[in-house]
């Protein structure tokens, strides 16, 4: 399988994973396969009182790929509604594991790590000074995973 099939494979399988959770966990959860920009998936509680917005960044090893241009800085938002789930498709058939981020504190990562990148090497990327590309390590977002209780008040009790 070319890689680009094989990573768009990845990304719906992750988007799927995600929306069979929050429905196992009790919200109504739908993805949208592409047709909506920067939301992969849409959950709300059954009211509909609690609607939140995902992107899913799904990885079967290594890390996750985003665009340095997701980074931005932003203040906290006490009540935020806009979330990214970082999927790690886990091999011999585990359970996937999962990093629930809010999406204040992501773009913020992006934007400070990337220019802490930058003062490191001189104010421009090392090897390819045009390159948007923007990894993101496990290790970074590792105070998120299994976080679901961000996302309790879409969940129904």
């Known amino acids: 399988m070319a890689t680009g099939a094989r990573n768009q494979q990845t990304g719906r ?16 959860a739908v993805t949208f396969a592409g047709n909506m920009p920067k939301i992969d998936v849409m959950a ?14 799904a990885s079967r090893s290594g890390d996750w790929q985003t665009s340095i241009d997701e980074g931005r800085k932003c203040n906290p938002i006490d009540d935020e509604t806009r979330f990214w789930i970082f999927v790690y498709l886990v091999p011999d058939n585990k359970p996937p594991e999962y990093f629930i981020v809010p999406d204040w504190w992501i773009r913020n990562n992006i934007f400070d790590t990337h220019q802490a990148y930058l003062a490191k090497h001189g104010g421009t990327r090392a090897i390819n000074p045009k390159s948007k590309h923007h990894s993101i390590r496990s290790n970074r977002i590792h105070e998120w995973k299994g976080r679901w209780e961000l996302l309790k008040e879409i969940f129904e009790n």
């Open 13 to 28: 399988a992750g988007e799927h994973y995600v929306a069979a959770e929050l429905n196992r966990r009790g919200a109504y």
């Open 44 to 57: 709300s509680n059954t009211g509909r009182t609690r609607t939140v917005s995902i992107q899913v960044k």
